[in-house]
């Protein structure tokens, strides 16, 4: 499904953010 790949981009963005701060 294209919207659970979307959201486990945006996820990994996310996590990948709270990590950087």
């Given at each position: 499904?294209?919207?659970v790949a979307a959201?486990?981009?945006f996820m990994k963005l996310l996590l990948t953010a709270v990590l950087r701060s």
């Open positions: 499904m294209e919207l959201l486990m981009r």
